[in-house]
């Protein structure tokens, strides 16, 4: 980028919202994802659309590569601007518009964060359910982005599920609307969905209209724990068989087990080979028979034990086993990769054999939890980035895991997004003619290539 | 521009400086976490703001590929060590710790920040500090408005490092320890305490010192303020002057171990903070200081932690105060000594006070020590948010227990026109057993 640009920049959003000093670049030239960082050459933050549209228009004829970034808390590398270029920072809009209570519908700029969000619109009774383990610092703008799901995503679903429409800036500058109010909407190419976890590489993103829904008036959390890996399977198809979707199925396998209990000490046991924490929500009353149910069928498929949470501190005791997972794993070593990979729910307790199989022929530490009820799985490898032999082995198996998810029908990211991080694998799981349409609709969209280019698809 | 000074100058300078810090610095995983509650962050948006961009500073800078330059350090200076960071992260690095290192690297490249350089070559002569802030305190009047019915005034001409707006409070015209004896005696002692005053309550809250003494004697506590002692050094260690840190700590130590009290008490979460963290670790390893640090670390305590817990008052003698009160928890309190039921405890005690707890009340208040001397203003929109919290309790009090937060907050009120009182959790602890006597 030259001088002449970055004044032209300063003129679109003046002079304090350009950051070109070493070490403010410094600063954006990473994400949360470990081993990929680059420096830009500026970074910009618009105040509204209009002053976006501007900073697309000049850097799409100028050929300048332009990252999108929220709160930078990406985890398949999107937010690293690998070719330099603007590194755009949408944090400052930030407002949330609207709440039409008749239509049960928000409307939003990109740099509200997520928990925001549901703090303002907790006291009507309605919740967002998209909540990442970022929810708290993540972006509006970049969870949709990034399609992400969270922990409620089997009942509740993903991203996808609650975008009804979107204002975006394309590559030439160019303001689109897409969608709106409408519950039922068949007109035209659904380009919501499109644009909703295109990760920045499409448009970006300056408005979100997206659908609430009432809060559930009751919980009701239980644990399980299993000694054999296969029982624990079970129970998690004979609860979705007796016709109950509970908001959270999470799993924990032995790894994280003992990783977590010597970190927490909550009372695991350390031969366990899975662990169980069900939730379901709803109207009270309904909420107590599926509890009953959940429980029949935790009993019936062995479980060694078996809580029910009796009130909220109950609660609390049992998410703590499932809360400290990550933070146990990721003080075990300086580094951390949280994967995504997702697998059919029927699958789970084999791709969980088969990471701890390929953890221990690469002499890699991997523990894996993750929502055994939608199939995401989280394994996590922690390890150390400066030891290059150890990175060797640590990217064999990130090779060998990638595999098999998709062999055994799963997808290489249920909620992370792919970025860098998984672009070697598009083609394994996709096959040339799939990658080719998505790189047509990169190059009908942006033909100078200049949004987040390199990512996702690729280069094109 | 500024003369640059790469980390191979530094490294030459003293290779010990940053170089330790490295296996610290990969610990942080880059989640972004500390966003959610870095104060800093919260009104600045900016990346090097946040204990995430800081950290990755530091190791840009060990890396060599950013020099160690002014910006690096204007980032330092921005963060109020609150430690909510370091409380929040999932990976257990001391982000808070290691932005101090960084300033020390700083501070030795660069100096201190002007402001602030003047301040602690004062503070460092112990004598030349006692008569200037007595001079303050006799001259105070003539360059400081007082507010009517507040422990508050206004300058009334610019001042260096001082915003001309800024509300504070008036050096005292007789210091704290000049207005009793050494020893505060009383009949038939339970215990000797050694009284900690630090410099805001020896100087400028005096009301704070002198309720500590008053409800000491009321449980039959003998109180020695050693005259010698002199301020616990957190303002230079926060700005990355470890030297001078080490001199004071030293100094503090030696006096009070002289005595043999039975415990030592200071009325402020940082002065007790110094005592029983800063300390040990300025020195842990130095044999022959260390042994004496660890003594008086354990037996030292903050005031309402020392009365609920040692102490643990007769409820029975307090009288009625009513007053509607919320709290306000110092981030040395919450965060550094991790006392916060103590105070409350104290509160809840006192007969015909409604207390109401505030949103955050853990949050930083923006006053950060001296943080807020070279940052007014970013401290001032990190403060209003605590006001606005403040306000939405409706009470008509509120108090802390630290020096610079209540400074801060009365500025705070005052700034936002409105007219809470902020006070130290012990004087209405003091009010209260006053009460108790007319019952």
Same mark, same amino acid.
């Given at each position: 980028m030259e001088k002449h640009h970055i004044n032209a920049l300063k003129e679109i959003v003046g002079e304090e919202n350009v950051l070109t000093s070493v070490e403010d670049l410094y600063c954006y030239s990473y994400d949360a994802t470990p081993g990929h960082a680059h420096m830009p050459d500026a970074v910009v933050s618009p105040a509204n659309t209009a002053e976006t549209s501007k900073i697309l228009k000049l850097a799409n004829e100028n050929h300048i590569p332009v990252y999108t970034r929220g709160s930078g808390t990406n985890l398949s590398a999107g937010c690293v601007p690998t070719k330099g270029g603007i590194v755009l920072l949408m944090t400052r809009l930030n407002k949330i518009l609207e709440v039409d209570l008749e239509n049960l519908v928000a409307v939003a700029e990109p740099g509200v964060?997520?928990?925001?969000?549901?703090?303002?619109?907790?006291?009507?009774?309605?919740?967002?359910?998209?909540?990442?383990?970022?929810?708290?610092?993540?972006?509006?703008?970049?969870?949709?982005?990034e399609n992400a799901g969270g922990l409620r995503g089997l009942k509740y679903g993903v991203s996808k599920h609650y975008v009804m429409g979107l204002e975006v800036v394309l590559a030439n500058g160019d303001i689109m609307n +897409?969608?709106?109010?409408?519950?039922?909407?068949?007109?035209?190419?659904?380009?919501?969905?499109?644009? +909703?976890?295109?990760?920045?590489? /499409? @448009?970006?993103?300056?408005?979100?209209?997206?659908? /609430?829904? *009432?809060?559930?008036?009751a919980k009701k959390a239980m644990m399980a724990i299993f000694k054999d890996l296969d029982n624990a399977g079970k129970a998690v198809s004979a609860i979705i068989a007796a016709k109950i979707i509970p908001a959270t199925l999470e799993i924990m396998d032995n790894a994280t087990i003992r990783t977590v209990e010597d970190y927490a000490k909550v009372g695991l046991p350390l031969d366990a080979e899975a662990v169980l924490l069900i939730e379901v929500d709803g109207n009270p009353i309904v909420v107590e028979k599926e509890a009953e149910k959940v429980m029949e069928a935790l009993k019936a498929n062995h479980a060694d034990l078996v809580q029910i949470a009796k009130d909220d501190a109950e609660r609390d005791k049992l998410w703590a086993a499932r809360r400290a997972a990550l933070p146990a794993l990721a003080k075990l070593r300086p580094t951390t990769y949280v994967e995504d990979a997702t697998v059919p729910r029927n699958k789970v307790p084999d791709f969980l054999r088969e990471v701890s199989s390929i953890a221990k022929r690469h002499n890699v530490t991997i523990g894996t939890f993750g929502h055994a009820g939608d199939g995401n799985m989280h394994p996590t490898i922690v390890c150390d980035i400066r030891i290059p032999e150890e990175m060797e082995r640590v990217y064999q198996a990130m090779d060998e895991m990638f595999k098999a998810a998709i062999a055994l029908g799963g997808t290489l990211s249920g909620e992370h997004g792919i970025g860098l991080g998984k672009l070697p694998w598009m083609e394994q799981q996709h096959g040339l003619v799939t990658m080719n349409a998505m790189r047509s609709i990169k190059?009908?969209?942006? *033909?100078? /290539?200049? /949004?987040? *280019?390199?990512?996702?698809?690729?280069? @094109? | 521009m500024t003369e640059k000074i790469t980390a191979k100058d530094i490294n030459e300078q003293d290779k010990a400086l940053l170089s330790d810090l490295q296996d610290a610095l990969a610990n942080c995983m880059k989640c972004g976490n500390c966003m959610e509650v870095c104060p800093v962050y919260k009104e600045v948006g900016k990346e090097a703001a946040v204990a995430r961009g800081k950290l990755s500073l530091m190791e840009g800078v060990l890396k060599g590929s950013i020099p160690l330059s002014a910006a690096f350090d204007a980032a330092m200076s921005k963060c109020v060590s609150c430690k909510a960071c370091t409380a929040k992260c999932p990976c257990g690095v001391p982000a808070d710790e290691l932005i101090l290192r960084g300033r020390q690297a700083a501070v030795k490249a660069r100096g201190l920040h002007p402001i602030k350089k003047k301040v602690f070559a004062l503070l460092k002569n112990r004598h030349l500090f006692d008569f200037s802030l007595r001079m303050a305190g006799i001259f105070g009047p003539l360059s400081f408005k007082k507010i009517p019915g507040k422990m508050a005034a206004l300058a009334r001409f610019p001042m260096p490092g001082m915003d001309y707006k800024r509300v504070t409070a008036p050096f005292a015209s007789t210091p704290l320890r000049s207005q009793y004896p050494e020893v505060i005696k009383v009949d038939r002692p339970t215990m000797r305490v050694g009284f900690f005053t630090g410099c805001t309550i020896n100087y400028i809250y005096t009301d704070v010192g002198q309720s500590v003494i008053n409800v000491l004697k009321e449980n039959n506590i003998e109180v020695t303020m050693p005259s010698m002692q002199h301020c616990c050094g957190t303002p230079v260690y926060m700005s990355g002057d470890v030297d001078s840190a080490k001199i004071l700590a030293k100094h503090n130590i030696e006096t009070f171990d002289s005595y043999n009290f039975d415990y030592i008490v200071s009325a402020c979460g940082s002065c007790t903070e110094a005592f029983r963290i800063e300390f040990p670790h300025l020195f842990h390893d130095d044999p022959k200081m260390s042994a004496m640090t660890e003594k008086l670390a354990k037996k030292t305590y903050e005031i309402s932690e020392f009365l609920i817990d040692i102490v643990k008052i007769d409820k029975t003698k307090l009288g #009625?105060?009513?007053?509607?009160?919320?709290?306000?928890?110092?981030c040395h309190m919450a965060r550094g000594i991790k006392v916060t039921k103590q105070p409350r405890e104290v509160l809840k005690s006192i #007969?015909? !006070?409604?207390?109401?707890?505030?949103?955050? #009340?853990?949050?930083?208040?923006?006053?950060?020590?001296?943080?807020?001397l070279g940052n007014y203003e970013l401290s001032r929109k990190i403060n209003d948010k605590k006001i606005a919290d403040i306000a939405s309790t409706n009470a008509d009090t509120v108090v802390t227990s630290c020096g610079t937060c209540r400074m801060h907050l009365t500025d705070g009120l005052f700034q936002n026109n409105m007219n809470q009182d902020a006070l130290h959790v012990?004087? !209405?602890?003091?009010?209260?057993?006053k009460a108790g006597h007319q019952k």
């Open positions: 964060i997520v928990a925001d969000l549901n703090k303002e619109i907790a006291s009507l009774g309605l919740i967002y359910p998209p909540d990442p383990g970022t929810v708290a610092t993540a972006t509006l703008g970049g969870t949709v982005a +897409t969608g709106g109010k409408n519950v039922k909407d068949v007109s035209g190419y659904d380009m919501t969905k499109l644009f +909703t976890g295109s990760e920045g590489t /499409l @448009c970006v993103i300056t408005k979100i209209i997206s659908k /609430l829904v *009432p809060a559930p008036e190059r009908a969209l942006d *033909p100078n /290539l200049i /949004l987040n *280019p390199g990512k996702l698809v690729g280069e @094109c | #009625p105060v009513n007053a509607t009160v919320t709290m306000h928890d110092p #007969p015909g !006070l409604h207390f109401v707890e505030m949103k955050a #009340p853990d949050r930083c208040c923006g006053s950060g020590g001296s943080f807020s012990i004087q !209405l602890l003091d009010r209260s057993y």
